[in-house]
T-cell receptor
Framework: AQSVAQPEDQVNVAEGNPLTVKCTYS??????LFWYVQYPNRGLQFLLK??????LVKGSYGFEAEFNKSQTSFHLKKPSALVSDSALYFC????????????FGRGTSLIVHP | DSGVTQTPKHLITATGQRVTLRCSPR?????VYWYQQSLDQGLQFLIQ???????AKGNILERFSAQQFPDLHSELNLSSLELGDSALYFC????????????FGPGTRLTVT
């Protein structure tokens, strides 16, 4: 079985400050990890993914994520937050040997204050 | 714009009724997924089709069914609707059936009264 935990329902950060949205996962086998963002009344939008290779993955809109195998984490980061980054962020995990259906976390609401 | 289209955007219907949600995947994508999003359950995978064939099933009720047509568009049929079926229904597509990123449509908001 595979699972994802996003321990924070909400993250508040001031504009210009660095942000981190946390994600931990549990899988049997090698993980494939994804981050998606959802703006109000919109579908999820792909940000970045880790399949293999470098542990630091760069994605859209200046976001990056660090894969840490020993801590089974895949935290999303951005050096300088923008008010427009305010949205709902989802971490997802899947693994091979089957249909590759991702399991999504419950989501973390990011609020960037001006 | 993800390239995935869904119709209708909003649907209001009564308990016991049947509705059909439609999805057109991104051009070139062979795999289509359906999800249900609600406040209490989060994002739940319902079913996946790949190149016209059912590939995987998730938490899909027996009252729900889906299919993917030769032109790769997909339909999700919800019948004997209950109040608890009120939710956002998303379609997503990906290039292949593997560890590929998914592209989500704008969703259909279903309200059952």
């Amino acid at each position: 079985a595979q699972s994802v935990a996003q321990p924070e329902d909400q993250v508040n950060v001031a504009e210009g400050n660095p942000l981190t949205v946390k994600c931990t996962y549990s899988v049997s086998g090698n993980p494939y990890l994804f981050w998606y963002v959802q703006y109000p009344n919109r579908g999820l939008q792909f940000l970045l993914k880790y399949i293999t290779g470098d542990n630091l993955v760069k994605g859209s809109y200046g976001f990056e994520a660090e894969f840490n195998k020993s801590q089974t984490s895949f935290h999303l980061k951005k050096p300088s937050a923008l008010v427009s980054d305010s949205a709902l962020y989802f971490c997802a995990v899947t693994t091979g040997g089957g249909s590759y259906i991702p399991t999504f976390g419950r989501g973390t609401s990011l609020i960037v204050h001006p | 714009d993800s390239g995935v289209t869904q119709t209708p955007k909003h649907l209001i219907t009564a308990t016991g009724q049947r509705v059909t949600l439609r999805c057109s995947p991104r051009s070139g994508d062979l795999s289509v997924y359906w999800y249900q999003q609600s406040l209490d359950q989060g994002l739940q995978f319902l079913i996946q089709y790949y190149n016209g064939e059912e590939r995987a099933k998730g938490n899909i009720l027996e009252r729900f069914s889906a299919q993917q047509f030769p032109d790769l568009h997909s339909e999700l049929n919800l019948s004997s609707l209950e109040l608890g079926d009120s939710a956002l229904y998303f379609c997503a597509s990906s290039l292949q059936a593997g560890p590929y990123e998914q592209y989500f449509g704008p969703g259909t908001r279903l309200t059952v009264t």
